[in-house]
């Protein structure tokens, strides 16, 4: 079992930035395949960023590619995500996720909203 806190959300102008971060606790942090979704009002959750256990390899939807880049620090147990060149299309709750398997997400966090205005 993994408990996920999320952090870091707010409100900001398009064209801000913001750093999402994700704290883990519970079984060790570097056995898992951390990542990011959001939910948009009114639009099904979409899967934006991934990092393997190393932190080694990454995965980006084509909508945040060249804008959010995801880490982790193993030693703090947390995951973070960088978000540059934010949009009002960014809007949505954030949710942290952890999985056993990569690409398959057996833990959520409670979200945090990111709210991106015009």
């Known amino acids: 079992q993994v408990q996920l806190v999320e952090s870091g959300g707010g409100l900001v102008q398009a064209g801000g930035s913001l750093r999402l971060s994700c704290a883990a606790s519970g079984r060790t942090f570097s056995s898992y395949f951390m990542g990011w979704f959001r939910q948009a009002p009114g639009k099904s959750r979409e899967f934006l960023s991934g990092?393997?256990?190393?932190?080694?390899?990454?995965y980006y939807a084509d909508s945040v590619k060249g804008r959010f880049t995801i880490s982790r620090d193993n030693a703090k147990n947390t995951v973070y995500l960088q978000m540059n060149s934010l949009k009002p299309e960014d809007t949505a709750v954030y949710y942290c996720v952890a999985g056993e398997r990569a690409y398959e997400f057996d833990y959520w966090g409670q979200g945090t909203q990111v709210t991106v205005s015009s």
């Open positions: 990092i393997r256990r190393s932190g080694g390899d990454t």
